[in-house]
């Protein structure tokens, strides 16, 4: 844990970091795994007579964003992409649609009758 001049913890609770992991020959090419690392941490604690603490938490999530390919020609980055959230996120972006388009043709209803 980082600590300032003054004894308080310094370090961030929420972070995002990119980061490579352990190179792997595989049929003569060198290949790296890429991913994203989302974490939150939070502890606090109390030490002293009589006096026990405590709390804690902590969040952290690997999501892999690309392969980075060596060659004697230099790194090639080959992303890869998360079809299941970009599903998600088009079903989610129909159903709001869909309730929007409901609700004005409600309106439209309501106010055809009311001029009638």
Known sequence: MEEG??????????RIETVR????????RTLVPEARVMSFTRAK????????????GAFVQVTPTALIEQTPDG??????GDSTSQATLAIMAIGAAVVVG??????LVR???RAT
Request: aromatic share 6%; net charge positive; proline share 7%.
């Open 21 to 28: 992991g352990e190179p792997y020959r595989v049929g003569g």
């Open 102 to 107: 409901l609700t004005l043709v409600r309106l």
């Open 75 to 80: 790194d090639k980055r080959i992303p890869l």
């Open 5 to 14: 001049s003054n004894g308080q913890d310094t370090q961030k609770p929420f």
């Open 45 to 56: 604690a109390t030490i002293g007579s009589r006096q026990v603490g405590g709390w804690g």
């Open 111 to 113: 106010m055809v009758k």
